[in-house]
Nanobody
Framework: QVQLVESGGGLVQPGDSLRLSCSASGRTVSSSTMGWFRQASGKEREFVAG????????SHADSVKGRFRIARDNAKNTVYLQMDSLKPEDTAVYYC?????????????????WGQGTQVTVSS
């Protein structure tokens, strides 16, 4: 079992940056493949980024490539999502997810553990 808590969301203007954090407890992050998803109002939850257990492999959705970057610090049991050049269409609730599988799943069903989410709003 693992508990996940996201933080770092907020209201920013287009072009700004934010860094989301996901802290884990109950199970070390180093034994889990981690992912970030987001869900905009009225839309399906979608994959944003994923990272392997040792951080050696990452995957990012096409919509965020070159702007977002997932990283992890296993010593701090924390995963991050650095978001740069934010756009209004990035507005959503962002969720951290974990799985004991080695592969980085890009679908929601691939992750049994979820945080409560943190709101990111990009607006001028």
């Amino acid at each position: 079992q693992v508990q996940l808590v996201e933080s770092g969301g907020g209201l920013v203007q287009p072009g700004d940056s934010l860094r989301l954090s996901c802290s884990a407890s109950g199970r070390t992050v180093s034994s889990s493949t981690m992912g970030w998803f987001r869900q905009a109002s009225g839309k399906e939850r979608e994959f944003v980024a994923g990272i392997s257990r040792n951080g050696g492999v990452t995957s990012h959705a096409d919509s965020v490539k070159g702007r977002f970057r997932i990283a992890r610090d296993n010593a701090k049991n924390t995963v991050y999502l650095q978001m740069d050049s934010l756009k209004p269409e990035d507005t959503a609730v962002y969720y951290c997810a974990a799985t004991t599988s080695y592969a980085i799943a890009t679908n929601r069903a691939g992750y049994p553990y979820w945080g409560q989410g943190t709101q990111v709003t990009v607006s001028s």
